[in-house]
Nanobody
Framework: QVQLVESGGGLVQAGGSLRLSCLAS????????MGWFRQAAGKEREFVAG????????DYAASVRGRFTISRDNAKNTVYLEMNSLKPEDTAVYYC??????????WGKGTLVTVYS
């Protein structure tokens, strides 16, 4: 079993910053790629950023590239999403994901980010 707990969401003015954290526990989490997704009201969940198990490879959605940074600290079983230059369109519930293939696809409960102008 894998448990993912997100934190760090909140209300922020446009142009501001937030850092999200995802604390992971369970089997082999530190040897798997992790990702952040988001879902805005009335929209489908979308990919935001991903990171390889060792942190050497990252990937970003075009809409956040250059503004968001994903990182991980395997010693702390934590994945981070640093979000800068936030825009109202970044408003969404942000979810942490761990896809362990045949061992399952796991999601946290999400953390709400609200950006106001």
């Amino acid at each position: 079993q894998v448990q993912l707990v997100e934190s760090g969401g909140g209300l922020v003015q446009a142009g501001g910053s937030l850092r999200l954290s995802c604390l992971a526990s369970g089997r082999t989490v530190n040897t798997t790629s992790m990702g952040w997704f988001r879902q805005a009201a009335g929209k489908e969940r979308e990919f935001v950023a991903g990171i390889s198990w060792d942190g050497r490879q990252t990937d970003y959605a075009a809409s956040v590239r250059g503004r968001f940074t994903i990182s991980r600290d395997n010693a702390k079983n934590t994945v981070y999403l640093e979000m800068n230059s936030l825009k109202p369109e970044d408003t969404a519930v942000y979810y942490c994901n761990a896809d362990l293939g045949v061992f399952g696809d796991y999601w946290g409960k999400g953390t709400l980010v609200t950006v106001y102008s």
